[in-house]
């Protein structure tokens, strides 16, 4: 059974700040990984979608790696602003889809 | 268009009352989802459709049912409602189950007494 950790579970960052959010997962056969956020109450916003084939993904700030055979993958987020706090979730697809609890993220001004 | 969305936005029931969590996207998105998320557990996949006529069990489908009778519409069913469904019911879809990115809804929040 595919099992997905994140760490931290909670981080807190002066404004301004680059930092990384990991996620590791168990079993290496999968279709992709996404990572998402949450905000407080809210749904799930996609951020970035990595295929199994791909190395790496990258959105304005954030960027995102896969490293499928050590099941690992890494949210990098460069010069972090206050509207940054959130949770950060990451995901994998393998025949279903398997979260991890999330990093709480709360970037201070 | 709307994407995915919920009703209602919140409710509260009483053990062993029946309900029905609405789900509708206006994305001709042929796989939807519904997921749970509890404290400290990340989101857990309940039940999965691939088609209008098509479902399947998630990981945890014990006390839930659907059914997919349009590309649109993916219902959820509590037939006899428990303290341990008290959570934040989330439903999602995309366009392929495998490759593509999952959009979600905003969520129902309920809370059985």
């Known amino acids: 059974k595919q099992e997905v950790t994140q760490i931290p579970a909670a981080l807190s960052v002066p404004e301004g700040e680059n930092l990384v959010l990991n996620c590791s997962f168990t079993?290496?056969?999968?279709?992709?990984l996404q990572w998402f956020r949450q905000d407080p109450g809210k749904g799930l916003t996609s951020l970035l979608l990595?295929?199994?084939?791909?190395r790496e993904q990258t959105s304005g700030r954030l960027n995102a790696s896969l490293d499928k055979s050590s099941g690992r993958s890494t949210l990098y987020i460069a010069a972090s602003q206050p509207g940054d706090s959130a949770t950060y979730l990451c995901?994998?697809?393998?025949?279903?889809?398997?979260f991890g609890a999330g990093t709480r993220l709360t970037v201070k001004p | 268009n709307a994407g995915v969305t919920q009703t209602p936005k919140f409710q509260v029931l009483k053990t062993g009352q029946s309900m029905t969590l609405q789900c509708a996207q206006d994305?001709?998105?042929?796989?939807m989802s519904w997921y749970r998320q509890d404290p400290g557990m990340g989101l857990r996949l309940i039940h999965y459709?691939?088609?209008?006529?098509?479902?399947d069990q998630g990981e945890v489908p014990n006390g839930y049912n659907v059914s997919r009778s349009t590309t649109e519409d993916f219902p959820l069913r509590l037939l006899s409602a428990a303290p341990s469904q008290t959570s934040v019911y989330f439903c999602?879809?995309?366009?392929?189950?495998?490759?593509?990115?999952?959009?979600f809804g905003p969520g129902t929040r309920l809370l059985v007494l």
């Open positions: 999602a879809s995309s366009t392929h189950p495998q490759g593509e990115t999952q959009y």
């Open positions: 079993d290496s056969a999968i279709y992709n």
């Open positions: 990595i295929q199994s084939s791909q």
């Open positions: 995901a994998v697809r393998d025949n279903d889809m398997r």
């Open positions: 994305m001709n998105h042929e796989y």
């Open positions: 459709s691939v088609g209008a006529g098509i479902t």
